[in-house]
T-cell receptor
Framework: GNSVTQMEGPVTLSEEAFLTINCTYT??????LFWYVQYPGEGLQLLLK?????DKGSNKGFEATYRKETTSFHLEKGSVQVSDSAVYFC?????????FGQGTILTVHP | EAGVAQSPRYKIIEKRQSVAFWCNPI?????LYWYQQILGQGPKLLIQ????????DSQLPKDRFSAERLKGVDSTLKIQPAKLEDSAVYLC?????????????FGQGTRLTVV
C-alpha cells in the first residue's frame, strides 16, 4: 500500500534559521507529492506540490524536490519566520486519494 | 470563492450515541473526501466520492460509519453507535476532479469527543 513517513518532531528553531523536514514515501503507481500546512486555528491548506520526478514545488520561500530515486520529498526553507510556526504534513496522491504522513510541528522563536 | 463548509465545529456525545456531520464542498467540485484525524496523527481517508458515486470506502468502518452525497453536492457522515476511539477531528475536503495531481481544499473540521 501507499505510505508516507515524516521525520520525528517537533522541530524548534530560531528566526532566520534553515529548515529541513524530511519526508519519504512508498507508493504503487506514479504519485503526485504534496506539502500541506495547518496554521494554528486554521484548516489544512496546500503549501506546494510536484507531480512528476525531478519537479520542484515552491511557495512562500519553501521548496521541495520530487526525488524518485530516493523516494523523498524533503521540505526546505532558507530563513524561517515566527509566522511559519505550524504543523506540516507531507502527502502523496494516487488517483486523487491522498495519503498523509503523521505531521511535524514547527515552532519558530524570535 | 467560498471554501468548504462543515458543521458543527464541535460535538460532545456519550458512547453508543449517534452523531452526524455535514459538509458543503466548493461549488463545482466533483470529488469529495471525508478524513479522520486522530490527535497527533495525519488525516486518514474514510471515503471518497466522485459526484454522488463512491470511489473508495475501503477504510470506512461500515458496521458503524455511513456516508452519503446526495445529488453530488452536500454530504453527511454518520456514526452509530459511537465508540470512545472515534474521538477525532473529521475533515471534509473537495477537489475539482479526482486526479493524481489535483489540490484538495479542506474545511475547518468537526472535533468530536466521545465520553
Amino acid at each position: 500500500g501507499n505510505s508516507v513517513t515524516q521525520m520525528e518532531g517537533p522541530v524548534t528553531l530560531s528566526e532566520e534559521a534553515f529548515l529541513t523536514i524530511n519526508c519519504t514515501y512508498t507508493a504503487t503507481g506514479y504519485p503526485s507529492l504534496f506539502w500541506y500546512v495547518q496554521y494554528p486555528g486554521e484548516g489544512l491548506q496546500l503549501l506546494l506540490k510536484a507531480t512528476k520526478a525531478d519537479d520542484k514545488g515552491s511557495n512562500k520561500g519553501f521548496e521541495a524536490t520530487y526525488r524518485k530515486e530516493t523516494t523523498s520529498f524533503h521540505l526546505e526553507k532558507g530563513s524561517v519566520q515566527v509566522s511559519d510556526s505550524a504543523v506540516y504534513f507531507c502527502a502523496l496522491s494516487v488517483g486523487g486519494k491522498l495519503t498523509f504522513g503523521q505531521g511535524t510541528i514547527l515552532t519558530v522563536h524570535p | 470563492e467560498a471554501g468548504v463548509a462543515q458543521s458543527p465545529r464541535y460535538k460532545i456525545i456519550e458512547k453508543r450515541q449517534s452523531v452526524a456531520f455535514w459538509c458543503n464542498p466548493i461549488s463545482g467540485h466533483a470529488t469529495l473526501y471525508w478524513y479522520q484525524q486522530i490527535l497527533g496523527q495525519g488525516p486518514k481517508l474514510l471515503i471518497q466520492f466522485q459526484n454522488n458515486g463512491v470511489v473508495d470506502d475501503s477504510q470506512l468502518p461500515k458496521d458503524r460509519f455511513s456516508a452519503e452525497r446526495l445529488k453530488g453536492v452536500d454530504s453527511t457522515l454518520k456514526i452509530q453507535p459511537a465508540k470512545l476511539e472515534d474521538s477525532a477531528v473529521y475533515l471534509c475536503a473537495s477537489s475539482l476532479e479526482g486526479w493524481t495531481g489535483a489540490e484538495a481544499f479542506f474545511g475547518q473540521g468537526t472535533r468530536l469527543t466521545v465520553v
